[in-house]
């Protein structure tokens, strides 16, 4: 791993094929890195969902990942995975077309603070752009402030209609029994 004044090893992005089985694995080691993470919720996932996610991503159309992957000599396939988006579509009404919510962004840690979500999300706009959708959406930690700042660098802002009526917030309430965990856990 880098540390953050080295250059970074090079980086490739690529949308994740959840039927491989190598791809599956570094999306869902990645998340669970995530959800260990205090931004994450601090909890790992559950086995149940460690084992179903991948398939339960392929049998969505909607869905797409990427995962960016770090060339490494050393490791069994030339490369180590570094980081993850998981993005789900969506439908703007008020645009008539599709949109990309940006669910989950992941960069292992010592992978942090060399433009890798940078990366990541200059490829799932392009992929976004491709479904032909209308914008990209995502949620953040108002406390998360290294993330802030790459998502305002990526140009991402606030959603707002009329400044009069304030910006958007994000809600959720949870159904069937479901325990109140942090959204990575679930």
Known sequence: MPSNTDT?????????DYGNAREAQALVELLDGYARDVAGGGAPLSAEVQRGLPE????????????????DASALHGEVPVGLINCLEGFSTFACRPLVNVHDVVVAPGWRGHRI???????????????GACKLTLEVLSGNHSALRAYEREGFAAYTLDPS?????????????????PPAAL
Request: charged share 20%; glycine share 4%; no cysteine.
């Open 117 to 131: 979500a940078q990366r990541m999300l200059q490829s799932v706009e392009a992929l976004a752009r491709e479904r």
């Open 56 to 71: 339960a991503l392929r049998q969505r159309p909607q869905a797409f990942s990427v995962i960016a992957w770090a060339a």
């Open 165 to 181: 009526m304030g910006q958007a917030q994000f809600l959720q309430k949870m159904l069937d029994g479901a325990e109140a965990a």
């Open 8 to 16: 970074p090893s090079a980086i490739t992005v690529r949308p994740v």
